[in-house]
Nanobody, 123 residues
């Protein structure tokens, strides 16, 4: 059974930093592309960042490029997201996810997601 468990969310002021972690189990983590996605109140899922299996090449959404950094530890089956220079609009529930794709109409869906961790950016 695929399990993804996020941790590390919280309340942070604008301009601050926060680190998220995701513990993965139930599948061969090192061979999977992993994603961080987020959902703000009243909005759909938004793709944040991805990291490709062993090559560890990364991609970022335009809104977080240059501020967030995704990484992974394949020896511990862990996924990470370091978030810097946080903005009010980064407030959302953040999910660790796999098997994500855009459906018709550009709706993002992921076959597997964790329970999510709340990140609130507020002064």
């Amino acid at each position: 059974e695929v399990q993804l468990v996020e941790s590390g969310g919280g309340l942070v002021q604008p301009g601050g930093s926060l680190g998220l972690s995701c513990a993965a189990s139930g599948f061969t983590f090192s061979t999977e592309v992993m994603h961080w996605v987020r959902q703000a109140p009243g909005k759909g899922l938004e793709w944040v960042a991805s990291i490709v299996d062993r090559e560890q090449s990364t991609n970022y959404g335009r809104s977080v490029q240059g501020r967030f950094r995704i990484s992974r530890d394949n020896t511990r089956d862990m996924l990470y997201l370091q978030m810097n220079s946080l903005k009010l609009e980064d407030t959302a529930v953040y999910y660790c996810a796999k098997d994500c794709q855009y459906n018709s109409g550009s709706t993002l869906s992921c076959a597997y997601r964790g329970q999510g961790t709340q990140v609130t950016v507020s002064s």
